[in-house]
């Protein structure tokens, strides 16, 4: 499977952009006496990004307008650090984007909010930053006036024990798997991160959040194989089996879309098969790992050698049927054949 561009960003922000998600995380992860002074019936998600095209590697950012208790509003800025290791610069990088976040204020309500910084980080390692922005200097008593200082809140998903993630339920789910993606013991984890996913099947997102999981996994998790997931699947989930093959085959549409979009960006008929072709064989691929493990994926170097797109489209349609690698052979083997009768060979 190819591995998604940033896919700590990706579900960082699957896993906070559910209302009532970022609800409870501001609720249960800000200090007490802070979210004491919020009212969370009122919560919009800005769409809004202010981090840097050059950092988006390292950075992913959520801004969140709530209201106050006592009147008015305010923003919560969340920014998620995504690398194993640590920037010692990061109360830099929060105060330019707190910066930002109040000058996007006065665009769009004419006037200057409340930002409550957050810092959520997921390394490997404890955090040893400073909180507060004039640690970064060595300054003179009488220079301290004269420069900017503020606070921000961190949340250290390693200091967190994995009993206190699971209490918050579905953003639970997310949280315990960032805290783990870095970690040899992820693959030990996965069926403790099923099972909770389990308790939310019946969400109406619940089925298009567990791909987003398994797709993060086995792009960012170190070591992590579709036959982890499988047998992982299969002990947390009664239905686990059945589950991959529903999984499986969105992914492989996937595949057929984001070939058809590349056929026609090319522009020229020829392209256009081409990019065609090359999104059903990704999708297929896709499929064959997640559908069947290594015994799929053992047919891979023979359907990369078919030219024919009609038969790898018969082969996408029949992946949604067969429940065996070999019936799949000998469905497209007949394929062949038929095909090679029509052309007078």
């Known amino acids: 499977m190819s591995e998604l561009i940033n896919p700590h960003d990706k579900f960082f922000k699957e896993a906070l952009t559910q209302p009532e998600a970022a609800r409870t995380f501001l609720r249960e992860f800000l200090p007490s006496e802070v979210s004491a002074q919020l009212d969370l019936s009122y919560l919009q998600l800005v769409k809004d990004s202010f981090v840097d095209e050059s950092l988006r590697e390292h950075f992913s950012d959520l801004l969140c307008e709530v209201g106050l208790r006592q009147q008015g509003k305010a923003f919560v800025y969340i920014l998620f650090e995504h690398k194993s290791y640590i920037d010692i610069l990061a109360p830099l990088q929060v105060l330019r984007y707190m910066v930002r976040a109040w000058e996007y204020g006065l665009r769009q309500q004419g006037r200057l909010l409340p930002v409550i910084p957050v810092v959520i980080y997921h390394g490997a390692t404890r955090w040893t930053v400073a909180t507060n922005f004039q640690a970064l200097f060595e300054l003179p008593e009488a220079l301290r006036p004269y420069m900017p200082e503020y606070r921000y809140h961190l949340s250290d998903l390693s200091a967190y024990s994995d009993e206190h993630l699971k209490r918050t339920a579905e953003l639970g789910i997310g949280l315990l798997v960032l805290k783990h993606i870095f970690r040899p ?3 030990a984890r996965l069926p403790e991160v099923l099972a909770l996913w389990y308790t939310i099947r019946h969400q109406p997102h619940a089925l298009g959040y567990l791909e987003a999981i398994l797709r993060y996994i086995m792009s960012a998790g170190q070591g992590i194989s579709a036959e982890d997931v499988r047998e992982a699947l299969e002990e947390a989930i009664p239905e686990g089996g059945a589950l991959m093959g529903t999984i499986a085959q969105e992914l492989l549409q996937q595949g057929l879309q984001q070939g058809l979009q590349q056929g026609l960006q090319q522009g020229e008929q020829r392209g256009e098969r081409r990019g065609l072709r090359q999104g059903l064989l990704d999708g297929i691929e896709l499929a064959l790992e997640l559908r069947f493990g290594l015994d799929g994926l053992r047919l891979l170097p023979e ?19 067969v429940e065996t690698p070999e ?19």
């Open 327 to 345: 019936a799949l052979r000998r469905l497209y083997q007949s394929l062949v054949a038929a095909s090679s009768v029509d052309s007078g060979f």
């Open 185 to 187: 013991e992820l693959r």
């Open 303 to 321: 359907l990369v050698r078919l030219e024919d797109v009609g038969v790898l489209k018969a082969v996408h349609e029949g992946l949604r049927r």
